[in-house]
């Protein structure tokens, strides 16, 4: 089990409850990255003491160096520094960033030999077959940290050699617009779209829920991380979220991966990987437990599921422009600048429109999403 870890995006979610599983385990954490949270940062790098510590806001960089001057911590900002963090002497870098601005640490990481715990989807949605093939190529591990494709992972471990897999059954809570037509949703408010049944999120990743776009970016996640085509990756709704995910065999027979819905068990996993240590989550208390529930997907309400399965068929750079086009339509609606369903179409407008070719380098995909974003803000005016 690794001993020494550095994290990227320490103050969202994913990186608070990391700090949780790192202080059980007694991990000494190296460095801590935020976007502009410098006073839990500050709060973290006090008990944690890391080596490192980089804002990307540069200003906010600036005012923590002045705040923290008391102790051993270094302070840079920006790309730059999250580039850094990839070169200190962790064994594991839990990347847990939103958006784009984590694909490249994730490049500089594995070519510095290190390995990776990833609950960036963007990593592998925009830059999937950049990223795999540096993988293979320089032998890190890329161990995933979202619950579904833990759950994945976990299950395979059970799998023969070769496999032998029919589909995969990727869960979904269906977020809180589960079973609403579009013309029950064309008045959503961002209040009502930020409330998640079962998952404490950021305001991002929780409207993708709403969306259904998180799902798309998990089948495209799924087929690149298990070389999986995304017409074997089918969706389950799961109201319950107990159900992670799912591999079915050949033979038809099921393995499942089963929890409470807490991050920290996907997340623990992913650090100790390959033991299992006991930890911070409770039992699911079978008594309690009184049904699960599975139902079909409703793409047609939820149009960013579509557009994703149809921007990986078309291969190329198309999954960089659906998730570019995502990442300004879902920051238009949380401003109220857009309607709820209008994220959909924006979305889809863009995989259908623009004309984008193969990812060969990371500027390709970087100017995927450049075109994606420009369109998305060219529609609305």
């Not at 369903?341 to 500027?363: K, P, Q, S």
């Not at 999403?369 to 609305?380: G, K, N, P, T």
Request: glycine share 6%; proline share 4%.
């Amino acid at each position: 089990m690794v001993q020494k870890i550095s994290i990227l995006g320490s103050t969202g979610s994913i990186g608070t409850q990391t700090l949780e599983v790192a202080r059980k385990l007694h991990l000494q954490v190296t460095a801590l990255s935020a976007h502009s949270s410098i006073e839990l940062l500050e709060e973290q790098i006090r008990e944690f003491h890391p080596a490192l510590a980089v804002v990307f806001d540069e200003a906010r960089a600036a005012q923590l160096k002045v705040n923290i001057a008391d102790t051993d911590t270094k302070v840079l900002a920006g790309m730059d520094g999250l580039l850094e963090i990839c070169h200190d002497d962790s064994e594991l870098l839990v990347n847990s960033v939103v958006g784009m601005v984590g694909l490249a640490p994730t490049l500089e990481a594995i070519a510095a030999k290190k390995h990776i715990a990833f609950a960036n989807k963007e990593t592998l949605v925009a830059g999937g077959a950049l990223v795999m093939n540096a993988v293979k190529e320089s032998g890190v591990k890329l161990l995933p940290v979202d619950s579904e494709h833990s759950a994945i992972f976990q299950c395979l471990q059970a799998a023969p050699p070769d496999k032998k897999l029919k589909k995969i059954l990727l869960t979904a809570s269906g977020g809180p617009f589960f079973g609403k037509t579009a013309d029950e949703l064309k008045d959503v408010t961002v209040e009502q779209a930020l409330h998640h049944p079962n998952w404490d999120m950021g305001a991002k990743i929780t409207i993708d829920s709403a969306t259904m776009m998180n799902k798309g970016l998990e089948i495209i996640e799924a087929a690149w991380l298990f070389d999986t085509s995304p017409d074997d990756i089918e969706v389950v709704v799961h109201r319950e979220s107990i159900i992670h995910s799912m591999i079915e065999f050949v033979d038809h027979s099921i393995l499942a991966q089963l929890g409470v819905p807490d991050m920290r068990i996907p997340i623990q996993y992913a650090i100790t990987y390959p033991e299992r240590v006991p930890s911070l989550v409770p039992e699911i208390d079978w008594k309690t437990l009184s049904q699960m529930t599975f139902y079909s997907a409703d793409e047609h309400t939820f149009k960013c599921l579509a557009a994703c399965k149809r921007a990986m068929k078309k291969g190329g750079l198309y999954p960089a422009v659906a998730n570019g086009a995502n990442e300004v339509a879902n920051r238009l609606f949380r401003d109220r600048r857009i309607s709820f369903l209008e994220i959909g179409e924006l979305v889809t407008a863009a995989v259908d429109t623009l004309n984008v070719g193969a990812a060969t380098c990371l500027d390709d995909v970087l100017n995927a999403d450049r075109l994606a974003r420009e369109f998305v803000f060219q529609s609305i005016q």
